[in-house]
Every structure is written in structure tokens, then in C-alpha cells.
């Protein structure tokens, strides 16, 4: 496998060198070959670069038909000034697996829209996510593998990790171990859900919400939301959103991430609490605590693929992607 990384964001490979050290390190042991985008090491204040040199980055790594995944370094909040200019035409004549998760659901759903032979993936990052330390990098790793490797047309089944952690340690350097807490996914009227799987993260959504590089949703998606260190009053901000645009309306049932490092504001209440207020009593079925975000270890999602997600039996089935 020969993954190009990207940072159209967040200039986490200048930011953080030894986490970037570390996770090259465990790509390397893992035989995997790695394309530097052209921006790594490079930082302008809060963003890689420029705009047109994200751009530049991005459509780089695209042309170069040696590679077999585009791969975030990590995530941030500008990933969505970039999406005019990528060639999505030539992308889709010469796909590759688009992977990321994040402030990288501007990429993957504008992927997923403009150029659908591609494989999209909300998965690990470089830098975030494997640059992780040990055990949990592995199993991030396995189950990255399990999706990227099934065949088209051939069912994957991810069993949920059985245990987890949002804790904030071990960035740079290894502190001491994270403390990890039992897994658990609940629901709150049909513990299986099945149809189409579309969405990511909530807060990047609202930068592209409606634009030509938001997917058409139709009666038969599961709409997949997640976030990170977010408040109670922003996470119901972005819950209301998504209600006002007619979101909640287009699709069939909803699958909630974790929410990594959530402030309640002294409320007590939980995100699935807030979407349960904001939805106002509409009859939208909801798996919640799913693992495919900011905490860890995590399953990778392949979006728009068939999915059966079992809230009981912890399990998910990717298809047909």
C-alpha cells in the first residue's frame, strides 16, 4: 500500500514531529510506503498554507497514479476552502481510497459527490490517529485494514473495541496510560438499523452544508454524525442546523458518534439528549456511542456503503462500497 498525506488544515506535521515521527515509524513497520504532500513541515500561522497551495497539495497527490490512498494528516477547520478547485473529473477517472475523518468530511463528501468511482473512508489520520501509541494504534490500524481490504460487492462485519478512551494525554510523549472506560452502544427505539451511510463530522458540515459538494440524501440514508470538545450550547447550535436545512426529514435514522472531551456546561445532559430536545418528538430512530470518531481506538466508516448496524448484538456490516 503506498498512502499520499495531505494536510489541508491544521499544520499538525510541523506542530507535533514526534507524533508525525511516531506514526511513520508504525506505518513504515507495517510496509507501507508514504508520498509527502508538498506542504508537510510547512505552517502559516492556524493552516498549512495558502489556500491555492492546499489546493496545489491536494491535486498533486491526485495525478500521482502510484498512490492508492489519500490519507489527513489530521483534521482542523479550513479543509472546506479547497474544494472548488480539486479535479474531481480526473480523480474520478483515476480513483483512489480517500481517508480521513474530522475536518476531512469536507474532502470525503465532496469525493463521494464529485467523483463517486472513489473509495471514501472515515478512518484514521496520519498524525491523530497513528500516530498514536501502542495498543491502541494496532487495533485503529486492524480495523482500518479489515474495510480497505474487502472486495467490492463483499460484505465486512466490525464488531465494536471493547473498550474506549477520549482522555487527553500522551500527545508528544508518552505520560502514563490512558484510562479506558467499557464499551457500550445504546438506541433508543430499533437497536438494528440499515440503509445507505452518509454524514461525518457535524461541525464540519455546517462550512459546506447545501453546497455542490454536499451529498443529495434520499428516504433510504442513515445520516452518521459525530463531534469532538465541543459545548452544550454549540452542539445544539449544529443539532438545529441540520433541522432547519431538512436534514432530520431526508433520512431514515440516525448513527451518533462518541463525542470525545464533551462540555455539558454544568447541564448533565448528553449529546443524545440535546438531538432527542431538538428533534422535537419526530419519530428518528437512533444508535448512539458509535466508535468512528475523536476517541479511540476507531472503527473505520466507509461512507455511502450499505450498512446494518446492530446496537445489541455491537456489531456493524459494511456493503457495496
Known sequence: MKIGYYSASTPITAISPQRFARAKRFLK????????????????????????????????????ETIDVIMATIGGTNTNAVLPYLDYAYLNQHPKTIVGYSDATALLLAVQTKAPNCRVIYGPALVASLGEWSPLVEMTWRNFLAVYQTPMQQVVTVAAPTEWTDEAANWETYDYPKQMQINEWHYTTQPVLSGRLIGGNLNTMYGFLKSPYFPQLTADDILFIEDAEKDAATLEKNFVMLQLAGIFKQVKGIILGKHALFDDQGTNRRPIDILLEVLNGQELPIIYDYDSCHTVPMISTPLGAQVRIDAVEQTVSFSEF
Open 29 to 64: 513497520a507495517q510496509d507501507v510506503q508514504l508520498v509527502a504532500g508538498v506542504l508537510t513541515n510547512q505552517q502559516d500561522h492556524y493552516r498549512s498554507g495558502f489556500i491555492q497551495q492546499r489546493v496545489s497539495e491536494l491535486n498533486t497527490l491526485i495525478y500521482d
